[in-house]
């Protein structure tokens, strides 16, 4: 992605905060959530990154579970609404890019980790390095959950960039993932009554066992 179609999806966001805010936050997520929760490890306390929160409708839930949870989103408009919107002291609200949690101190850090809809506007060839980074804040049992469009390209649609994901260019991004992950991935329907889109989902468990897959 060129830095002028990066830049155009920010300003999509950042100018489009309210609306998409209220579109997003009342989508019922729950069954999602339930698979997640069942994936973590067993331990007395839960740290979840949130990245790419948007209107913070997930880091929101994850709280009220217990859970402390670090919320990331590039657009400080949906920062801001989210903050505004869900008041918690268990949630850590950060106006941060993907491409700066490398840097941040987040090593063995979080639990779980639920990137729901918002990986999809890295570009595919910088996906591998963003997930590595990703995977480096897990502890050694944690999880994490993706999603993508389903489709098998790269494309702008209303200013914004995505990259759609299926099975095998999911297999291209693994092969250029350093560590050794298991995973799922599944399909399923889009949660919004007025779209029909399909999505591309991936539960990751970091583990010292050789890679598979199941399509569920």
Known sequence: MTKRASKSTLNYYDENAVEFACQ???IDMHDLYELFISQLPQRDT??????GCGSGRDANYFAKQGYEVTAIDASAELIQWAQKHHMSSRISWVHLDFSSIKNQAWENKFTGIWACASLLHVP???????IESLLE???????MYLSFKH??????????????????RWKTIVANIPQVIEYDIWLSSDKRVDCKDAWFNVMIKRENNPIRSSVK
């Open 24 to 26: 997003t936050v009342s």
């Open 46 to 51: 839960q740290s979840v990154l949130d990245v």
């Open 124 to 130: 595919f060839l910088e996906l591998p390095c963003i």
């Open 137 to 143: 804040t897990l502890t050694d049992d944690g999880v």
């Open 151 to 168: 489709g098998e390209g790269e494309r702008v649609d209303e200013e914004r960039f995505f990259c759609d994901m299926d099975e095998l």
